[in-house]
């Protein structure tokens, strides 16, 4: 169920199941077209319905955030930067935490000058903002010397359902260029990690509604953990 916790923060936050699946491009068919039917798309999405995701994840030397999400520790958490289309004018630092199986997030917005700062090593404007998150990402650079690992771009197609507060999603097209170079530079990102499959992620608060459990099944769906920053960094 949804709850009330605390992550490198006095500040609490409302944390949401999150389930992923991996769909093959027949079961992505049906499945989308299903979701078509039935719930209103998220408004950022273009003509074809879908937008741009471009993400780029930061890790420590040691691979910290990576060996966590594969080890399947109880209680982890990653920063990355994140913008939406095709250019970087609008972007987000993003701390994703996951806590007993339930996941959460906090975010913070930066300019292109800001990020652009950030990559180049120049940090100081996290602790002259005063906001929270920024000044933790801060420590962590210094502390544990968190550094950006790997971009992670996809198409995603979304679908919204109020009762319960769900968000489903369809990521199309993974790739990434194996490094975080290009980021605010968006260009080709020619590796492909996932051949063609989708990831499907299903996101709800204290209960997920009937009509969406029913709407999502697929026959054999392939269920368990997939993380695209896992999945890209399979090309370092």
């Known amino acids: 169920m949804t709850t009330g916790t605390t992550i490198g923060t ?9 389930v992923k699946h991996q769909l093959s491009p027949q079961e992505d068919l049906v499945l989308a077209s299903r979701l078509r039917k ?8 273009g003509p074809d319905g879908s937008y741009r995701v471009t993400s780029l994840y930061f890790d420590t030397p040691y691979d910290t955030a990576l060996r966590e999400k ?7 958490e990653k ?3 994140r913008y939406y289309g095709e250019r970087p004018d609008f972007l987000k630092l993003e701390k994703k935490f996951k806590v007993n199986g339930l996941c959460g997030k906090r975010s913070a917005h930066l300019t292109l000058e800001e990020a652009e700062r950030l990559l180049s090593g120049e940090d100081a404007f996290l602790l002259e903002r005063g906001e929270p998150l920024l000044s933790e ?17 996809y198409d995603r197609e979304a679908f919204l359902y109020a009762p319960g507060n769900v968000r489903v999603t369809l990521d199309r097209n993974l790739r990434t260029c194996g490094d975080s170079a290009g980021f ?8 492909k990690p996932l051949d063609a499959l989708t990831v499907l992620e299903v996101k709800y608060d204290a209960f997920l509604p009937d009509l969406v459990r029913l709407a999502v099944q697929t026959p054999d769906r392939r269920a368990g953990a997939c993380s ?6 399979r090309f370092d």
Not at 38 to 45: E, K, M, S, T, V
Not at 70 to 76: E, K, P, T, Y
Not at 137 to 153: D, E, F, I, Q, S
């Open 10 to 18: 006095t500040e609490p936050f409302r944390l949401r199941h999150e």
């Open 38 to 45: 039935l719930f209103p798309r998220d408004g950022h999405a």
């Open 70 to 76: 594969l080890d399947g520790v109880n209680r982890r």
């Open 79 to 81: 920063f990355r930067l």
């Open 137 to 153: 990402l801060y420590h962590k650079l210094h502390g544990t010397l968190l550094r950006p690992r790997t971009v992670v771009c």
């Open 184 to 191: 605010l530079s968006p260009g080709l990102f020619p590796l």
């Open 228 to 233: 695209k920053y896992a999945l890209c960094r």
